[in-house]
């Protein structure tokens, strides 16, 4: 009788772990909603300058 209630509370235990770790992957993996901004570029050197895709900057022509 001592054998199956430590298995049963072996089993339970296992179970129990189990529901916990699924959970915490599933949650993981699902991609966060405050990535849906769009990319802004400016000059290092005129902060001024921006733009929706990379490029060049009218005033220095360096990268954006």
């Known amino acids: 009788m001592k054998t199956l209630k430590t298995l049963m509370m072996a ?15 599933t949650d993981k993996t699902k991609a966060p909603k405050h990535q849906t901004e ?11 300058v921006m ?3 990379p490029g060049k900057c009218p005033k220095c022509e360096m990268a954006l």
């Open 51 to 53: 733009s929706d895709k």
């Open 11 to 25: 089993a339970l235990t296992i179970l129990t772990i189990s529901a916990f770790a699924q959970k915490e992957t």
């Open 38 to 48: 769009k990319m802004k570029y400016c000059c290092a050197m005129h902060p001024e």
